[in-house]
């Protein structure tokens, strides 16, 4: 579109940005992370993510953050699927309930659910109206599961929708014209052509889940800790920034592994039907 | 001899306020090639889509083989359709594509292999099994769309519009190809169109439709010489429509002159539609033939000329092969044979195609 020393130009802003508070602090990170207090080089705060209280952080991390992209997107596809057959009437109202949630600041919401959730909360106060025993809620790895699902789903569904909405009807209805069912044209043709969709869905609520403090901070009640938890205690507590750098490489290791998965699907490459 | 394979009885469907077929009554037999045409707007689309299954009509039923179908899903009717945009699975190769019907009807490795092959045979594509769909050209996409179809062994191919998206020679070709096919296979085949040239060239039997109406059933010849109303005149090839009187059998008045045809049947005194094909005029000297008049534009078209001449203050054309010039005079003569007497429409909707 543009000459090459106007592109140059253009790109000059992004290039020093990028730079400066991108690959610069990447580098201060990994420094960091392989240095001891003394400056000299030393694996042994990256060794220490094998010690018991870490590992198991990182354990329950990867954990959460699958489950909840796994149930993110088991709400996102049905969803999607209904909403894309509805979309001819009432666009507008389907992108306003995707964007809304996005609106409301995560922080307010994860700390409604928290007054929800807990011991003398909303849901408690039912149960006790209705003479039910009272439910453990917060501070469960269901709680924290909840809030991530809250929070992130419609970064799941964007990308789904936009994937889904591609597929021409007339495709459903070849499949169904030779003989599919409902259930075999899903498995057959929607989920095959809606696969960008969903890795781009995926990436955008796993790495997000594998690295959030706020949310287990909030529901997690200072009990269950995740991995992001321990690396702002190490920054913030323990002042410890060896071990905080530390760890933030290794959490970069699964993030990096997810991009890997995320450039074989590259949504980008995704023929327009 | 012909057996009946799909009946529509007295079928009819509305979209919100707006009716799109109303009074559908309809046989198709089996193996024959049977074109649903007229412009758009006019149902015949919808009417294949409730064939196919993916429309309920409002009313009325559609019988297979005997049997009601009418609320079947088009996945349970041994009916299969090429769509007006191809429609191919973007994320499977050609063979995947095609053996996708008979998979999901379980048929066994070896069975598809066979049926993949003999399909893509078929329709003159052997060899490209492992071609990716989307690099085909559109006359190639389109023709892997109907080997998908065919490989299910079909009662029934509907094809709306197939041709439509390929280029002028492509689609001469293709037209040939469906019909070898259609003679090759004995399925029956619905095709939609809005080309009068395609469904006059390709079809057994032609529906005229237009409004939600059907207007006229019959082969190609009979449709375009016997057109039963105004509509169909002027829709199938180009037509002088002259508003005349049946003085009795085998004599109408137009411009104030009688003038002998072979229409009997209509009452005395009735007023009718005329049409005259601008091919069955023939052109001589002034005062030779019925109608005096002076030509007023003359267009060449390579194997003819169209000629407008006035006489009587009514535009006629005619087709000849030999050119005129504008201002002559000249005379118009019709041979009774070539006079077709149309009833007056009696809806508003024929009377209002007039202007399509």
């Known amino acids: ?273 | 001899m012909k057996r009946e394979l799909i009946r529509l009885e007295n079928v009819a469907k509305s979209f919100g306020n707006l009716l799109v077929l109303d009074e559908i009554d309809l046989t198709i037999y089996e193996s024959e090639f049977i074109t649903l045409l007229g412009p758009s707007g006019c149902g015949k689309t919808t009417m294949l889509r409730i064939i196919g299954g993916f429309e309920m009509p409002d009313t009325g039923r559609v019988i297979f083989d005997g049997k009601d179908i009418t609320n079947l899903p088009p996945n349970r009717r041994p009916i299969n359709t090429v769509f007006q945009k191809y429609s191919l699975f973007s994320h499977m190769n050609v063979e995947e594509n095609i053996s996708f019907g008979p998979k999901i009807a379980g048929k066994s490795a070896d069975y598809i292999r066979d049926k993949v092959k003999y399909a893509l045979k078929l329709v003159n594509l052997d060899g490209y099994e492992k071609n990716d769909v989307t690099r085909l050209s559109g006359g190639q996409q389109q023709r892997i769309a109907i080997a998908r179809a065919v490989v299910n062994e079909p009662k029934v191919l509907l094809l709306d519009e197939p041709l439509s998206a390929l280029d002028l020679k492509l689609r001469r070709n293709m037209r040939r190809e469906l019909v070898r096919i259609n003679k090759e296979t004995g399925i029956t085949f619905i095709f939609v169109t809005h080309d009068q040239e395609e469904a006059l060239s390709m079809s057994d039997r032609v529906v005229v439709m237009n409004q939600g109406y059907i207007q006229q059933v019959g082969t190609p010849e009979n449709v375009y010489n016997e057109p039963e109303n105004a509509f169909v005149a002027d829709f199938i090839g180009d037509s002088n429509i002259i508003d005349g009187v049946m003085v009795r059998d085998k004599v109408v008045r137009i411009f104030g002159r009688e003038y002998p045809c072979v229409d009997v049947g209509f009452p005395e005194e009735c007023p009718v539609d005329v049409q005259i094909r601008p091919e069955d005029i023939k052109l001589a000297a002034p005062q030779e033939g019925a109608f005096n008049g002076v030509v007023t534009r003359v267009v060449f078209w390579g194997m003819s000329y169209d000629i407008d001449v006035e006489a009587d203050g009514f535009e006629w054309l005619v087709q000849s092969t030999t050119g005129r010039t504008v201002g002559e005079q000249v005379s118009l003569h019709v041979a009774p044979e070539n006079i077709q007497i149309m009833s007056k429409p009696q809806s508003e909707d024929e009377e209002v195609a007039q202007d399509v």
């Open chain 1, 1 to 273: 579109m543009f000459k090459r020393g106007i592109r140059n130009i253009l790109l000059t802003p992004f290039l020093i940005w990028a730079g400066l508070f991108i690959f610069v602090p990447l580098i201060f990170i990994v420094w960091y992370g392989v240095t001891d207090e003394a400056g000299n080089f030393s694996l042994l705060n990256m060794g220490l993510i094998l010690q018991h209280g870490f590992w198991d952080a990182l354990e329950l991390s990867v954990a959460l953050a699958l489950i909840s992209t796994v149930v993110c997107l088991l709400l996102a596809y049905p969803l999607c699927l209904i909403l894309t057959e509805r979309e001819r009437d009432n666009t507008t109202i389907i992108s306003l309930l995707f964007i809304l949630p996005l609106w409301m600041n995560s922080l307010l919401s994860t700390m409604a659910w928290q007054t929800i959730l807990e011991g003398n909360g909303i849901i408690n106060q039912l149960m006790r109206l209705l003479s039910l025993p009272d439910l453990q809620m917060i501070n469960t790895p269901g709680a924290i599961v909840l809030g991530m699902v809250y929070n992130f789903l419609p970064y799941m569904v964007l990308p789904l929708f936009i994937s889904l909405s591609k597929i021409d009807k007339s495709i459903l209805e070849a499949a169904q014209d030779l003989g599919a069912s409902a259930w075999q044209t899903f498995w057959r043709v929607i989920l095959p052509l809606t696969i960008p969709g969903a890795v781009s869905g995926i990436t955008m609520v796993f790495i997000p889940a594998l690295t959030t403090f706020v949310i287990s901070a909030l529901l997690g009640g200072g009990k269950l800790l995740l991995i992001g938890n321990i690396i702002e205690q190490e920054f913030t507590f323990q002042y410890d920034w060896h071990v905080g750098c530390a760890l933030s490489v290794i959490l970069m290791v699964f993030i990096v592994l997810n991009m890997l998965l995320t450039t074989t699907f590259d949504p980008l490459k995704e023929e327009a039907q």
